[in-house]
Every structure is written in structure tokens, then in C-alpha cells.
T-cell receptor
Framework: GAVVSQHPSWVICKSGTSVKIECRSLDFQATTMFWYRQFPKQSLMLMAT?????????EQGVEKDKFLINHASLTLSTLTVTSAHPEDSSFYIC????????????????FGPGTRLTVT | GNSVTQMEGPVTLSEEAFLTINCTYTATGYPSLFWYVQYPGEGLQLLLKATKADDKGSNKGFEATYRKETTSFHLEKGSVQVSDSAVYFCALCAWNTGNQFYFGTGTSLTVIP
């Protein structure tokens, strides 16, 4: 099946620094990638939808200047948490949707293993 | 709008017990329905899915049937194992809402020997 990887799997950083998280589709092309945030023992919250070659679409309440998303190629999207603070500590999960398919069909999303961010 | 309501946990069962985790949905249109599983410290893995009414998804002994009349997609397993301990998420996706996924809040399952 399709594989999505994330790097790093766990990062600890100091307050005020920026952290970049990579999401890669390893064996398929993904025009669309999604970034989710998961708080402990809670469900996934969609942060933004990232389309290759265009600006990301952010969900209401998500600061686009704080969570910078770049989808530079069909296999890579990055999320940069700028000036991180302890409240940004969370589990960040990306998912990718395959390029192929006919209009009107539901595409399956493939999820990465997640990145645990701890801001001290 | 679209939403998913899941049975609240945590759920604790003895090994070989029968499992049911309830999931109901609200959707405009005809969504596809999914169950994802998340093991501790890991991302989500697709467990099973169903794309139209009356479809039954199955995998690793788990089953769920897409019931349009009751807008439900309950997860069942006849005999759980300790290794099934995880968090289970019900989700829906509909093409007419941009293929966005809507997740339930997750149900934590612990299976004790």
C-alpha cells in the first residue's frame, strides 16, 4: 500500500525557535496533503490543506503565519512551526491523497506516522 | 454539515471478549466510511472502509457494515486480543465536501489478559 513518511518523528526545541516537519509520499504522487494536530487523548484536528504549487488553505482559528506550509513537489509538503511556544507542543500528523482517480470519487488518505513536538 | 459521533471510552475488555464500538454519522451526500486504528505513539492506520450503503468492510477480524438507514458504521470483533489495545477512530469522507475527512473523537480500547 501507499506509504507516507514524516521526519522527524520526535523533536524537542526551545521556546522561540522554529521547527520544520517534513511529510513525504514515498511511492505515489500526492497533489493534496493535509496537516492535522492531535492533542493527548483527543481526535485529529485538521489544520490546513496543502495543494502542490499553490498556497495552503487553513482552517478557521489556525494562524497561517505561525504554521507555514510549503507543498513544493508532488511528494513533499513541509510544516514549519515558527517561534514555537510550549502550547504548540503536540502530535502533528500529515496525510496524503493520491493523484489518480476520477472526478466524483472519494480518495483514500494515507497517514504519516506523526511527529511529536515538545517545546521547552 | 458532516460529522461523526463515536462511542466514548475508554473501553476495557478481557481477552476473547466481543467488541462493539458504535459510530454514527451525519452527512450531506453519500460519504465513504472508515475505521482507523492508532497504536501508542504511532500515526493512524487504516483498519477498514466501506464506500457505499450495505458494504461491509473487514480486516484482521474486525468488521463494520455501512447502514444508511441508521446512518451507522459500528465496529465489531468477535474475539479481541491484547494486541488490539489501541485507539479507534471512525471517519467519513465525502467528495462533495472536497474530500475532507471528518473524524470521531476516538475510542480507547484496552484488552486485558
Amino acid at each position: 500500500g501507499a506509504v507516507v513518511s514524516q521526519h522527524p518523528s520526535w523533536v524537542i526545541c526551545k521556546s522561540g525557535t522554529s521547527v520544520k516537519i517534513e511529510c513525504r509520499s514515498l511511492d505515489f504522487q500526492a497533489t493534496t496533503m493535509f496537516w492535522y494536530r492531535q492533542f493527548p487523548k483527543q481526535s485529529l484536528m485538521l489544520m490546513a490543506t496543502s495543494n502542490e504549487g499553490s498556497k495552503a488553505t487553513y482552517e478557521q482559528g489556525v494562524e497561517k503565519d505561525k504554521f507555514l506550509i510549503n507543498h513544493a513537489s508532488l511528494t513533499l509538503s513541509t510544516l514549519t512551526v515558527t517561534s514555537a511556544h510550549p502550547e504548540d507542543s503536540s502530535f502533528y500528523i500529515c496525510s496524503a491523497r493520491e493523484l489518480s482517480g476520477s472526478p466524483g470519487l472519494v480518495y483514500e488518505q494515507y497517514f504519516g506516522p506523526g511527529t511529536r513536538l515538545t517545546v521547552t | 454539515g458532516n460529522s461523526v459521533t463515536q462511542m466514548e471510552g475508554p473501553v476495557t475488555l478481557s481477552e476473547e471478549a466481543f467488541l462493539t464500538i458504535n459510530c454514527t454519522y451525519t452527512a450531506t451526500g453519500y460519504p465513504s466510511l472508515f475505521w482507523y486504528v492508532q497504536y501508542p505513539g504511532e500515526g493512524l492506520q487504516l483498519l477498514l472502509k466501506a464506500t457505499k450503503a450495505d458494504d461491509k468492510g473487514s480486516n484482521k477480524g474486525f468488521e463494520a457494515t455501512y447502514r444508511k438507514e441508521t446512518t451507522s458504521f459500528h465496529l465489531e470483533k468477535g474475539s479481541v486480543q491484547v494486541s488490539d489495545s489501541a485507539v479507534y477512530f471512525c471517519a467519513l469522507c465525502a467528495w462533495n465536501t472536497g474530500n475532507q475527512f471528518y473524524f470521531g473523537t476516538g475510542t480507547s480500547l484496552t484488552v486485558i489478559p
